[in-house]
């Protein structure tokens, strides 16, 4: 799984790499430099390309590494879990893919409702999805369904979560003006009633999640996984978030759709 991710990473690089040359050879067959100092400028156009292929030959150097380990399944459920990693997978509509701090796997949060038009959209900018009306659902390693969220609305966003049956649990609402900076959100239940004020950073450093009464429900530091809690996961950035197991099961569930929901923000608009 991991071998494989690092494999789409790689072909993605080559592919991004070949449309860039395309680019830069078009613009200089309509603005062939004529002088030293134009042909200097042009140069900067290969920085984007030597850069595609600096990651494409990272991930070719990471899939070498892991294309012949495996990938044990997590020994518990997410819902028992003190931890989790997320990662960030290369496919054409995004996805998380959820670990053990050892690289067991638990899951994988992936898209399941996109409107039919904005898919041409989102394959040159994934980044559009933080506006779109769009359903993800969380699959354990087994295939079943943990819960799923559905995302709407632009100035303030409206996340409405789902247990595994498709009842609803509650809704976290966060004022989307603020999302690339600080996001400040709040979840609440199916009354309506509040649960959790959420205050985190919208790019990276850590962040806790912690009630009125100053239980701490979540807890996500420093942006960096700590490498020597594992052997498999080296790449630079690396999210893990530390989780209470002191919460009822339907809370639970509401902080893992929503943590869920703020990596992938993280990872659409980084």
Same mark, same amino acid.
């Given at each position: 799984?991991?071998?494989?991710?690092?494999?789409?990473?790689?072909?993605?690089?080559?592919?991004? /790499?070949?449309?860039?040359?395309?680019?830069?050879?078009?613009?200089?067959?309509?603005?062939?430099?004529?002088?030293?100092?134009?042909?200097?400028?042009?140069?900067?156009?290969?920085?984007?390309?030597?850069?595609?292929?600096?990651?494409?030959?990272?991930?070719?150097?990471?899939?070498?590494?892991?294309?012949?380990?495996?990938?044990?399944?997590?020994?518990?459920?997410?819902?028992?879990?003190?931890?989790?990693?997320?990662?960030?997978?290369?496919?054409?509509?995004?996805?998380?893919?959820?670990?053990?701090?050892?690289?067991?796997?638990?899951?994988?949060?992936?898209?399941?409702?996109?409107?039919?038009?904005? %898919?041409?959209?989102?394959? @040159?900018?994934?980044?559009?999805?933080?506006?779109?009306?769009?359903?993800?659902? @969380?699959? /354990?390693?087994?295939?079943?369904?943990?819960?799923?969220?559905? =995302?709407?609305?632009?100035?303030?966003?409206?996340? /409405?979560?789902?247990?595994?049956?498709?009842?609803?649990?509650?809704?976290?609402?966060?004022?989307?003006?603020?999302?690339?900076?600080? !996001?400040?959100?709040?979840?609440?239940?199916?009354?309506?009633?509040?649960?959790?004020?959420?205050?985190?950073?919208?790019?990276?450093?850590?962040?806790?999640?912690?009630?009125?009464?100053?239980?701490?429900?979540? %807890? @996500?530091?420093?942006?960096? &996984?700590?490498?020597?809690?594992?052997?498999? &996961?080296?790449? !630079?950035?690396?999210?893990?978030?530390?989780?209470?197991?002191?919460?009822?099961?339907?809370?639970?569930?509401?902080?893992?759709?929503?943590?869920?929901?703020?990596?992938?923000? =993280?990872?659409?608009?980084?």
């Amino acid at each position: 799984m991991i071998a494989d991710m690092y494999k789409r990473r790689e072909k993605l690089a080559y592919s991004l /790499t070949g449309v860039l040359i395309l680019v830069m050879a078009g613009y200089l067959v309509w603005n062939l430099p004529e002088t030293s100092q134009e042909w200097l400028e042009a140069v900067v156009l290969l920085v984007p390309v030597i850069f595609m292929v600096m990651i494409a030959g990272s991930s070719r150097h990471k899939y070498n590494k892991v294309k012949a380990l495996s990938i044990p399944e997590a020994s518990g459920s997410l819902m028992e879990s003190d931890h989790v990693i997320w990662k960030s997978d290369a496919v054409s509509l995004p996805r998380l893919l959820a670990f053990e701090k050892n690289g067991a796997y638990f899951g994988m949060l992936k898209m399941e409702k996109l409107p039919w038009w904005s %898919h041409p959209i989102v394959f @040159f900018q994934k980044s559009i999805l933080s506006f779109i009306p769009s359903t993800y659902s @969380f699959y /354990t390693q087994e295939g079943e369904k943990l819960f799923s969220f559905r =995302r709407n609305g632009f100035k303030e966003t409206n996340v /409405t979560i789902y247990d595994k049956e498709g009842n609803h649990l509650g809704t976290y609402i966060q004022e989307e003006f603020r999302s690339l900076f600080k !996001v400040k959100g709040e979840i609440k239940d199916e009354k309506n009633l509040s649960v959790l004020s959420v205050k985190a950073s919208g790019t990276s450093g850590d962040f806790s999640l912690s009630d009125e009464d100053g239980h701490r429900w979540a %807890h @996500f530091y420093n942006g960096r &996984f700590p490498h020597e809690y594992t052997k498999l &996961f080296r790449d !630079v950035d690396n999210d893990i978030v530390e989780l209470s197991n002191e919460l009822s099961l339907k809370n639970k569930r509401l902080l893992l759709a929503v943590i869920s929901f703020l990596f992938m923000n =993280r990872s659409l608009n980084g």
